[in-house]
Structure formats: structure tokens, C-alpha cells
């Protein structure tokens, strides 16, 4: 069966190089039946890639070692679950979802615009060939996900306990979906440029898939800081960890371009700014893949160091360079005329709000190199911490929801002063009214940050209520029927502006809940013995017994050993318990471990208990202090190190771990109270739905689509006639 | 204004607002970095209120630990230069002696002040061909 796989992988590259050349060779030398083929030919390679993931994913499900793969990230005791997902946590198996991910967007977007663009078309064939060719060479030549083990061995490896938790399994489709994804208008950019349409035909055919790419690395992005919250056990979601700013800059230059691109389909302006705008887009999505997998940074998401680096830096490179210079050729081509009609218009608004993301993106990708920056300087390896970054972020994060709440109530091309005024009178006054409340209830003045974020983050939700309740009034003097109905009516009649409106409030929620829970988060870290409790925000915290479980863990990751706490938890006559845990793995190998000891020392994480609320969490974590089993084990070790006593060591384990529950030493704690954090999430929610709504297809859209068609073909033939 | 006067304003603005944020991204990284370090080289020259990462190896029967606080001492990777560390927070599982642990702070008083959950052990793992860090 791996040589299937590694014949489909093959097979793909050929299909890849066919389909880059016959298309540039079909359009260049007019064969129409070139460039089709060059079509089917990814199609073709969709498929392979398809079946060589099915091996793959089998192989997995059936923990078969003879893929070194598998016997390197999972195991017999693996659960289903996370044996299907372990693919994608070695670098060959992500470098094939990348591929394979990229091979079904292709396929799509050729597909809807076989009848279409018939001159930028066969460009952008060839730019995604030329990139699906990259990934298969990196398999086939430097990281196969087809190796084969000559002598498999008989039990894996397993996959790595930190990635056991369900959201870090999604995460990776997401992050990858997204990056991917922005291959596509990258590639039509590609194509527009070379053949000098620079029009805003590119931008439509792939607007589509901009903001499908653009809904699945936000998606991604959260889904990590959620697997952070809840898995790491420090309590935080976001530590501008350089793995985690590779995923955000290619998040705000795209966010930056599905502005800009509106400005160019309503203006026929900033045309340069968004072929610039996407090849950096593209560019940094290469990055963030590569930095997860390269180590040249110290990170702790990346996840071993690779021979990867060398390829992919050269092929970042030849990237830069070539968009640079076809951007530069193509200068003349891309003029358009002058264009500020009023200084107060949307234009100017999404102008600004483009140049506040390029700019946050500019200082976390210095932030993020300035190791490699300062080591290339001075000689000397040096990094900027969280400080460094919320110093600039924070009041960048400021404009920005300022702008989106501006942005949706000026109108394009010339709006006047006066106007603007009317239309932010009545979210001013909430904005003073948030103000004067937040003053006098809560004690939210204590930070001056989060004061000015919770009143822009009202007067966000105010401007999109407004714009909501004006629109669906009108609808109703017009049509009639109740408010609901002209609401619903108002939105599907213009998804895409009231999608981005609904884009606006969440992120608007998620940044009321990124600066209450940053700014007014409470932490103890505490040693207690059990009976001993800590007090925290009006929470009162007993430890009342340690727990120790064999085989029995509860969030199903396999893990061996689980050591915990039971919690009572009191506030304000309410009573709850909670009972975070924490997970050891088995060490690698017993020689040089200890027979016994090795099921201690490997790697343990944190399985945190959390009490999720609107107003707050109560977050808690437990650290088990082992040092008590000490004796135990090296005791163990010396007795029973002997192969003799391989089966006996499962039940001396055990007797270890009762031991832990029976002497019940202090343990440490950490527990946090994090307000409005759950906002995060319903934020990030919010935002999804927006951007559904922004992609669902308008009723009808395919209707008029195809008349189109029919009216151009009846055009056709009259003239003809 | 004749219009190339007003273009070259802009211009001039533009390039002026872009000369001024670099040179705050410059300045301030370079101010507030955190200089990566071994022992010798904190003991033998530290500014003082100056950040540093230290790395190396804990020492043999250094390690005690005082309610909250954890006392301890880093040498060198091959050498036996050391640095006594004060450090509270999280303390990843596999700090152990002899194991290479990276942690951030200050030297103050010949002793490294660290901050609060910086401490980070570096350890070998079957699940990464090279070497993990591991946060708490």
C-alpha cells in the first residue's frame, strides 16, 4: 500500500508540471484544447491526492507500521479519534493536507470559471500547478509520508499528549484551509497582471474564496487560543508566540484585502495596493507554514526541527521576487485615475483601516524575526516579549474597532461632515451613556485601555444596530409585514454588506472580551494541603481529596496515569466542584528511564477544570507533587527493573499511584477568575456567522448567472446573423 | 497649491510618518529585547535592570524550594561557571538537576531574579526528533 501512495504522489507531480506547462503552452500558442486538458489535469491530480490521503488515513485506522508514519505518531492505544487526526501532526502528513486542500480548491475554482476569463484562466492554471508541484517535490524528495519501515515495529510511538485535545486536531485543517485558500486569488492576481486585465474581473471570480479562506484561518486562529486556554496550563489564550503570529499576518493582510477590494470593484482604485496586498497575503501564508516547521525560532508549537528549510526559503524567495518584478512590469497597466473626491467617504475609511493592519502586521512580523533581526545586527540573539508587542497592538487594536464602527455608516464617494454627524448622534450617546455606567458600576476606570475598549466596542454594536433598525424600517414602510421579516429580508437582500456588518459586532464582542479578561484577570498560585482552600474573587476553593486513576482518564487521550484534585468551590451560597487532572505519559525507553520510573517522567499536560460563565470563568489547574512517590519509585526500580517482572509492572504502577492518593501531600494550584473571557469565544462566533451570511449565495445569483449566459450567446448569434 | 507641490507634500508626509514608526520599532525592540545568555556571561558583565534569557544546566544539589519560592543554580553548558536563581510560578514536570532549563529576568545582587513563570525545561522527547520545550 505505500507504494500506492508514493506512485499517487507521483503520479501528482507529473499531473502538476503537466497542467503548469500545457497551459501556459495552450494559451501562449492559442490550443484551446491544451488549456482544458491542463484543467483535467487538476482534476487528476485532486483525485490522487485524495486516494493517497484514504491510504494514508487507513494505514492509520489500522495501525499499520509498516508506514514509519504511523508507527511515528500513533499507536494500537491511541483513540480513533486522534489516530485519523495524527496525521496531520508530522510534518510529511501536513505537508500532504497542504497539498491535498490545495488540489480540491483548485479543482473547485477551475471549474466554476471553466466558461470564464478565458485569457487570466490558464495563468493562474499554471501558478497553482507550479505551487501543488512545489509541495509534491518537498514529499517526494525530501519528506515522504510513504516512507516504509523494513522491520515494523510492534506498537507505535503515539501521538504527542499535548496535541490530544479535540480543537487541536481541527486546528490544523483550519489554519491549512485557510492559508491555502489565498492560493487562489494570489493565483488569479498572478494571472491578471500578466495579461494586463487588471480590472476587478480577477477579484470577483475569486472574492468567493478569499473570504472562505480568510472564515477558515479566523476559525483556525481561535480554535488554537482555545486549545491554549484549555489545554496549556497557564491559563492564557494568547502569547504572541511566533507560531502564533505566522497565523495572524496573513489573517490581517487578508482582512486588509477584502477591504481594499471593495474599494477597487466600486472605484476601479488602489489596484496596485491589491495585487501588493494578496502576493503578501500568499507570501506569509508560505511563512506560517514554514516557521511551524523549520525551528528556526524557539517556539513551543514547533514541533521538531525539519530539513525543510533550506527548499522552502528558496521557494518563498522566488516568490517575492517574482511578484515584486510582475507588480513592477505591470506599474503602467495598473494606473488609475486620481480618486479622492472627499475626504470623508468609505474609500478614506478602508484606506486607513488597510494601513492600520499593515501596519500591526509590519510590527509583529518585526517582533516575530527580531531574534534572526537582532542576531544579523549585533551579533547578539535577543527577543521582544508580550510587553513589546500589546505596547503596539493595543492602541492599533483601538483604531481598528474605532474604524469598524466608522466604516459602516459613511457612504461611499462623498459623504459630508454634517451627515456623518447625524448618523454617529445617537451612537455617540451611547457611547457617553456605556461610559458614564461602566464609571459608576463597575470599577473599570482602574485601566484605561480596556475603559476605551469597552466603550468603542458599544459603539460598534450601536453604529450595526442603527444601520440594522434604519434599513429594516424603511424596508417595512415599503413592503410591510412585521420586524423581523423586514429584518431577514433587509440582510438577504444584501448579504455581503450586512455580513460585514455582523463581521463588525463580533469583533467587536471578542475585543470586549480580549480586554476585560486581559486587563481584570485575577491569578493565585497556590500550594495546598488537602482541607486547605484559597480565596479568589469572592470564590472560596477547598481541596478536598487528590485523585489517581490507571487507564481511566476522563477527556480520553489515552494517558496511562491521571493524577488530580477535587475541588469545592462556594461563592455566594452556590456550591460546585471541579476537578482538574493531569496526565502522564510513558517515557521512551525503559534503559535508560527505569522501568518504573519511565511512567512518571515522560510528558505530562494539564487537563484543566473550568467552571465557563458569561460574566467570568473560574479556571483551575493542578499541578500533583510527585516528589512524595520518589522513594517509592527508585525502590521499585531496583527491585523490579528485571524483564522477569515485565508483567507484574502495570500492577506496581498501580500501587504507586494508590499511594499518591493515600498520602494526599500538598499539591500546587493555580486558579484563575477571567472576566468576560467567554466573549472570546461568542465573539469569535459571531464573526463566523457573519462571514456565512457575507458567502451564502444570494437567491436567484445562479439564475441571473445563467441568463447572462443565455442573453450573451443570443447576442452572439444576432450579430452574427 | 499647484498639484505637483501638493504631491510631493504628500510624499514627503508619507515617508516622514513611515521614518518615524521604524525608527519606534527599532528603538523600542532594541530597548525593551530580552538578550539571550549562559551564566559567565550574566555573572561576568549584566547591566543592571536589563532582561536577559539565561540558559544552561541545573546544578547537581542546588535545587530547594521555600514555600512559594524555588531556589536554584545554572552553570554553563561545558563549564562550571554558575549563577544562583531565584524563580516562583509554574515549574514545568520535567525540572529536574542536571536538565537544561532556559528562564528569564534580572540580575540583582550576584543573583538572578527570575520573573514569574518564565521557567522553561528543555528535554528530550520521543515525540520530536530534536528537543522540546516544555512551559508548565
Known amino acids: 500500500m505505500p507504494a500506492i501512495g508514493a506512485a499517487c504522489l507521483f503520479v501528482g507531480l507529473l499531473a502538476a508540471l503537466y497542467a503548469a506547462t500545457a497551459s501556459l503552452y495552450g494559451v501562449q500558442t492559442g490550443r484551446r484544447a491544451l488549456v482544458v486538458s491542463a484543467r483535467r489535469a487538476m482534476y487528476a491530480l485532486a483525485g490522487l491526492l485524495l486516494l493517497a490521503v484514504a491510504i494514508l488515513e487507513v494505514a492509520y485506522a489500522r495501525s499499520d507500521f509498516t508506514f514509519a508514519l504511523v508507527a511515528e505518531n500513533s499507536s494500537t492505544t491511541t483513540p480513533t479519534f486522534y489516530k485519523l487526526t495524527a496525521m496531520w501532526s508530522s510534518q510529511a502528513g501536513s505537508l500532504l493536507l497542504w497539498a491535498v486542500l490545495l488540489s480540491i480548491f483548485s479543482a473547485v475554482v477551475l471549474r466554476a470559471t471553466r466558461r470564464r476569463h478565458r485569457e487570466i484562466v490558464p495563468y493562474a492554471t499554471a501558478v497553482l500547478g507550479g505551487v501543488a508541484a512545489f509541495f509534491l517535490s518537498l514529499m517526494l524528495f525530501y519528506s515522504s509520508p510513504f516512507d516504509v519501515l523494513a522491520t515494523p515495529p510492534v506498537e507505535g510511538n503515539g501521538l504527542n499528549p499535548l496535541l490530544r485535545h479535540p480543537a487541536m486536531m481541527i486546528h490544523p485543517p483550519m489554519l491549512y484551509t485557510g492559508y491555502v485558500g489565498f492560493t487562489i486569488p494570489f493565483a488569479f492576481a498572478v494571472g491578471a497582471l500578466i495579461t494586463r486585465r487588471t480590472g476587478a474581473d480577477w477579484i470577483r471570480s475569486t472574492r468567493r474564496y478569499t473570504l472562505v479562506a480568510w472564515s477558515f484561518l479566523g476559525f483556525g486562529i481561535m480554535l488554537g487560543a482555545l486549545w491554549s486556554y484549555s489545554e496549556l496550563g497557564w491559563g492564557g489564550y494568547w502569547a504572541w508566540d511566533p507560531v502564533e503570529n505566522a497565523s495572524l499576518m496573513p489573517w490581517l493582510t487578508g482582512t486588509a484585502f477584502l477591504h481594499s477590494i471593495m474599494v477597487q470593484e466600486r472605484r476601479g482604485i488602489l489596484r496596485v495596493w491589491n495585487v501588493s496586498l494578496i502576493a503578501a497575503t500568499f507570501v506569509l501564508s508560505l511563512l506560517g507554514t514554514f516557521l511551524v516547521r523549520s525551528g528556526i525560532l524557539d517556539s513551543i508549537h514547533a514541533f521538531g526541527a525539519s530539513t525543510l528549510g533550506t527548499p522552502f526559503l528558496i521557494f518563498i524567495g522566488a516568490v517575492v521576487i517574482g511578484s515584486v518584478t510582475l507588480i513592477i512590469a505591470r506599474l503602467p497597466d495598473l494606473r488609475s485615475a486620481p480618486w479622492l473626491d472627499s475626504l470623508v467617504s468609505r474609500e478614506v475609511v478602508f484606506l486607513l483601516n488597510n494601513l492600520v493592519l499593515v501596519l500591526l502586521c509590519v510590527v509583529i512580523f518585526w517582533g516575530t524575526f527580531f531574534p534572526l533581526i537582532s542576531e544579523a545586527l549585533s551579533g547578539k540573539r535577543q527577543s521582544v516579549g508580550p510587553p513589546w508587542f500589546n505596547f503596539f497592538g493595543t492602541p492599533l487594536a483601538l483604531v481598528l474597532v474605532l474604524l469598524s464602527g466608522i466604516g459602516p455608516a459613511v457612504a461611499w464617494r462623498r459623504a459630508t461632515l454634517a451627515g456623518l454627524w447625524r448618523t454617529l448622534t445617537v451612537p455617540v450617546a451611547v457611547v457617553a451613556l456605556t461610559l458614564v455606567l461602566l464609571l459608576v458600576l463597575t470599577p473599570a476606570a482602574d485601566n484605561v485601555w480596556a475603559l476605551a475598549m469597552f466603550c468603542l466596542a458599544a459603539f460598534v454594536v450601536a453604529v450595526v444596530s442603527q444601520e440594522l433598525v434604519r434599513g429594516a424600517s424603511a424596508r417595512r414602510t415599503m413592503t410591510g409585514g412585521s420586524w423581523p421579516a423586514a429584518l431577514a429580508g433587509l440582510v438577504s437582500r444584501n448579504r455581503r454588506r450586512y455580513g460585514g456588518f455582523i463581521v463588525h459586532v463580533g469583533i467587536a464582542v471578542l475585543f470586549l472580551g480580549v480586554a476585560a479578561s486581559s486587563a481584570f484577570i485575577e491569578q493565585r498560585d497556590v500550594r495546598l494541603a488537602p482541607g486547605q482552600s484559597v480565596e479568589l474573587d469572592g470564590y472560596r476553593v477547598t481541596y478536598r481529596e487528590p485523585t489517581a486513576r490507571i487507564l481511566a482518564d476522563e477527556s480520553d487521550t489515552g494517558a496511562p496515569i491521571t493524577l488530580g484534585a477535587v475541588l469545592d468551590v462556594e461563592k455566594d451560597g452556590e456550591r460546585f466542584a471541579l476537578s482538574p487532572s493531569r496526565n502522564y505519559y510513558t517515557a521512551g525507553d525503559a534503559q535508560s528511564t527505569g522501568a518504573i520510573r519511565r511512567f512518571f517522567e515522560g510528558e505530562a499536560t494539564s487537563e484543566v477544570a473550568v467552571r465557563w460563565g458569561l460574566r467570568q470563568d473560574l479556571w483551575t489547574a493542578v499541578r500533583p507533587d510527585i516528589g512524595v512517590l520518589e522513594e517509592a519509585i527508585a525502590k521499585a526500580d531496583r527491585q523490579f527493573s528485571d524483564p522477569r517482572f515485565a508483567d507484574a509492572q502495570g500492577l506496581i504502577v498501580a500501587t504507586i499511584v494508590e499511594r499518591y492518593r493515600q498520602q494526599a501531600p500538598p499539591a500546587y494550584f493555580r486558579t484563575l477568575v477571567s472576566p468576560l473571557i467567554a466573549w472570546i469565544w461568542i465573539g469569535g462566533g459571531i464573526l463566523l456567522l457573519g462571514a456565512l451570511v457575507a458567502l451564502w449565495p444570494a437567491p436567484g445569483a445562479a439564475d441571473r448567472r445563467l441568463r447572462a449566459l443565455y442573453a450573451a450567446r443570443v447576442g452572439r448569434e444576432l450579430s452574427r446573423a | ?136
Open chain 2, 1 to 136: 497649491m499647484d498639484p505637483a507641490r501638493k504631491r510631493r507634500l504628500r510624499l514627503f508626509v508619507a515617508l516622514s510618518t513611515v521614518v518615524v514608526l521604524a525608527g519606534a520599532l527599532v528603538y523600542t525592540s532594541f530597548s525593551a529585547a530580552t538578550q539571550a545568555s549562559t551564566p559567565s556571561q550574566v555573572t561576568a558583565a549584566a547591566e543592571p535592570g536589563r532582561s536577559y534569557e539565561l540558559t544552561g544546566k541545573v546544578v547537581d544539589g542546588s535545587v530547594s524550594a521555600r514555600g512559594d519560592e524555588l531556589r536554584f543554580a545554572i552553570r554553563d553548558r561545558a563549564g562550571p561557571q554558575s549563577v544562583p536563581v531565584v524563580y516562583a510560578g509554574v515549574v514545568p514536570d520535567p525540572f529536574r538537576e542536571g536538565r537544561e532549563v532556559i528562564v528569564e529576568g534580572q540580575m540583582r545582587q550576584g543573583t538572578f531574579v527570575a520573573e514569574r513563570d518564565s521557567l522553561v525545561t528543555k528535554c528530550p522527547s520521543k515525540f520530536t526528533k530534536e528537543t522540546a520545550s516544555t512551559r508548565g
